[in-house]
T-cell receptor, first 114, second 115 residues
Framework: DTAVSQTPKYLVTQMGNDKSIKCEQN?????MYWYKQDSKKFLKIMFSYNNKELIINETVPNRFSPKSPDKAHLNLHINSLELGDSAVYFC?????????????FGEGSWLTVV | GENVEQHPSTLSVQEGDSAVIKCTYS??????FPWYKQELGKRPQLIIDIRSNVGEKKDQRIAVTLNKTAKHFSLHITETQPEDSAVYFC??????????????FGSGTQLTVLP
């Protein structure tokens, strides 16, 4: 009955590789997000999709490409991984893109680039 | 983009004492202020929120106050317990690098409740 689920939970990979993280929500929400949390615990939004349409695209390298096949799924593909990409990536969702909605986070994907 | 500033970055209190965490925001149009708790190795989860039409909201041992004039809001935890130890994030809507408004998180406060 997990509300926002993402896979994999842990990922260790070498520099230069390409990897994907998948996310699914079963809450019937319209809006999904990707957040990055670095070693200092800062939570930064990367992307937001509303009904499969990209609505927020923060200053993120082009190596990061989100894809939303439907409003229940938002995947994140990362090309040419760099050491600085090591972080926890949280998928999240909310009822709508209105700013007063609760954001529900997935359990996080721990990415380590070596 | 606009900022949400949070203080202190770390806070240690004795069990049973109160803890207060403060945040300031810059966008006067903001009207929704949630607080999230993140336990070690877990996801951030909403614990309480407040909207701009009220000045204070309580839920058992936690309360949030809002001062719209001064653009700051605070989280108050009374009778702290060891299980309150976590990182707490405030958040407020703000304009990012584009034109869309989004929930922007403060830098987090590591609260440690000492037994």
């Amino acid at each position: 009955d997990t509300a926002v689920s993402q896979t994999p939970k842990y990922l260790v990979t070498q520099m230069g590789n390409d990897k994907s993280i998948k996310c699914e929500q079963n809450l019937g929400h319209d809006t999904m997000y990707w957040y990055k949390q670095d070693s200092k615990k800062f939570l930064k939004i990367m992307f937001s999709y509303n009904n499969k349409e990209l609505i927020i695209n923060e200053t993120v390298p082009n190596r990061f490409s989100p894809k939303s096949p439907d409003k229940a799924h938002l995947n994140l593909h990362i090309n040419s991984l760099e050491l600085g990409d090591s972080a926890v990536y949280f998928c999240a969702s909310s009822q709508s893109a209105d700013e007063g909605n609760t954001i529900y986070f997935g359990e996080g994907s721990w990415l380590t680039v070596v | 983009g606009e900022n949400v500033e949070q203080h202190p970055s770390t806070l240690s209190v004795q069990e049973g004492d109160s803890a207060v965490i403060k945040c300031t925001y810059s966008d006067s149009a903001s009207n929704y202020f949630p607080w999230y708790k993140q336990e070690l190795g877990k996801r951030p989860q909403l614990i309480i929120d407040i909207r701009s039409n009220v000045g204070e909201k309580k839920d058992q041992r936690i309360a949030v106050t809002l001062n719209k004039t001064a653009k700051h809001f605070s989280l108050h935890i009374t009778e702290t317990q060891p299980e309150d130890s976590a990182v707490y994030f405030c958040a407020a809507p703000a304009r990012g690098s584009g034109s869309a408004r989004q929930l922007t998180f403060g830098s987090g406060t590591q609260l440690t409740v000492l037994p």
